[in-house]
């Protein structure tokens, strides 16, 4: 690959670097951006490889995103990105599609055996024994102008892809698993982009001692704050902690004065926010709110003594076949599996299934 580093902030340079790699299918892609006082990420620079070149696009410039975003998502282009899911949430903000196909070098490197979610840096050192600076990670992408080690940052994160994937590639190939990785990127263009409202529920600390009318409150309060982040696009966070929000469930205020009560509650929240919580809270009990959870809790559970046995059993099935259990299988995956709720990865017809199902 020649080193060009292309800088594209600009009409002309943007239709040069198009028409510059018309031909290639396979194109490797990675961004840069800013989302810690976001709810939805600003797209600071997208970074594009071939075997010809690397440009860095600078997303805040002048410049009509849209030609770019075009060529890239032709029915016969392929993304080779490493760790995709945020890249293709910011991207698909600004064009509301996404790729026919994709090839993702970390899913690639699970499947091979290497450390689940490993991080790009580790992977080319130890399989291309290329080490690349790990210190410019925090840059404020949105600065004018970039300084250039954080050029080359970005671009590193494209540089070596192709070279990568090709070596990925071959030991796939050679352990006929090209086709677990085709599944596994379908699975992955698939998964929602923005966390769903009930997911963010369920994972909140402590909600399974409270009562089933503070459950219903809880939902209730996280779909309020999905919306009122969207709305305003700032963090989740900044609008209703987790440890407030459960609070506020738990008691469910009636009044503006009951609201203002409940220990650190902020007074600008209930000023500016008080009549929506409340709503939020009054309103928590609908049927479709109450149907879901109840589901939720009624879900069949797995026997302990069957799921240790599955456990072991996968972690020998894992160990055989040169990868770590949670690349096969999570635990809520094998749980799924005992009781016959068994979706997703693990479903039938996939290739877990088929190297799994001799041991359900």
């Not at 890249?87 to 091979?112: F, K, M, T, Y």
């Amino acid at each position: 690959m020649r080193d060009t580093d292309l800088l594209i902030d600009n009409t002309k340079s943007l239709a040069n670097l198009i028409s510059s790699s018309l031909t290639e299918t396979i194109i490797s892609l990675d961004t840069e951006f800013l989302r810690e006082r976001t709810y939805f990420p600003q797209l600071c620079l997208i970074q594009v490889a071939t075997p010809q070149l690397t440009a860095y696009v600078d997303c805040l410039a002048d410049l009509d995103l849209q030609p770019l975003l075009e060529y890239l998502l032709e029915p016969q282009r392929i993304w080779l990105l490493h760790s995709a899911r945020q890249d293709l949430e910011v991207i698909h903000q600004h064009s509301d599609e996404l790729p026919n196909q994709l090839i993702d070098s970390q899913i690639a490197a699970g499947l091979l055996g290497y450390a689940p979610q490993i991080g790009l840096q580790n992977l080319l050192e130890e399989v291309l024994n290329v080490k690349l600076d790990k210190t410019l990670a925090r840059t404020n992408w949105a600065d004018r102008p970039l300084p250039e080690p954080a050029i080359q940052y970005a671009l590193d994160d494209v540089r070596y892809l192709s070279i990568l994937w090709e070596t990925l590639r071959s030991e796939l190939e050679h352990r006929n698993r090209l086709g677990w990785l085709e599944e596994d990127c379908h699975l992955a263009l698939n998964a929602p982009l923005v966390t769903p409202a009930v997911t963010l529920w369920a994972r909140l600390k402590g909600l399974g001692s409270m009562e089933d009318s503070a459950k219903y409150a809880a939902l209730s309060l996280v779909e309020w704050r999905e919306k009122c982040a969207q709305k305003l696009n700032r963090p989740r966070r900044w609008i209703l902690s987790d440890a407030l929000l459960l609070r506020i469930a738990r008691t469910l205020p009636t009044t503006q004065k009951k609201l203002a009560s409940i220990a650190e509650m902020p007074q600008h929240l209930t000023e500016r926010f008080g009549a929506e919580i409340l709503a939020a809270t009054t309103n928590h009990e609908q049927s479709e709110r109450t149907s879901f959870i109840e589901k939720q809790l009624d879900k069949p559970r797995p026997d302990k003594n069957k799921l240790k046995q599955l456990q072991d059993d996968f972690k020998r099935r894992a160990q055989e076949l040169g990868i770590h259990p949670e690349i096969l299988a999570t635990r809520k995956e094998l749980s799924e599996l005992i009781v016959g709720t068994a979706s997703g990865r693990v479903a039938k017809g996939g290739w877990r299934w088929d190297v799994l199902s001799d041991l359900v």
